[in-house]
């Protein structure tokens, strides 16, 4: 069994950063995907980011250039680095591992507010 804690989130003002942490415990193994998804109010859950055990990420063109994803695979913890927030940022942000036995794991989400 995995767990997946997310800290990080709060209020931060329009241009804003905040960085958000998702630790994983249990039976993890090296190889996996870690990733963040983020579900505004009365929206769908949607794609953030990702980055595999061997570092290659992928991110949505929404937040391309203004979201890092990072990994620290010995402390089996992934990060999002928000800068340049807007408003419509504003969301509950979830991380998730597939292990590659494609069994996905889901954390209960860190709200993030963007807001003056």
């Known amino acids: 069994q995995v767990q997946l804690v997310e800290s990080g989130g709060g209020l931060v003002q329009p241009g804003g950063s905040l960085r958000l942490s998702c630790a994983a415990s249990?039976?993890?193994?090296?190889?996996?995907?870690m990733g963040w998804y983020r579900q505004a109010p009365g929206k769908q859950r949607d794609f953030v980011a990702h980055?595999?055990?061997?570092?290659?990420?992928n991110y949505a063109d929404s937040v391309k250039g203004r979201f890092t994803i990072s990994r620290d695979n010995a402390k089996n913890t992934v990060y999002l680095h928000l800068n340049s927030l807007k408003p419509e940022d504003t969301a509950v942000y979830y991380c998730?591992?597939?292990?590659?036995?494609?069994?996905?794991?889901w954390g209960k989400g860190t709200l993030v507010t963007v807001s003056s």
């Open positions: 998730k591992l597939i292990k590659n036995s494609g069994i996905v794991y």
């Open positions: 249990g039976s993890i193994f090296s190889s996996n995907v």
């Open positions: 980055i595999t055990s061997g570092g290659t990420t």
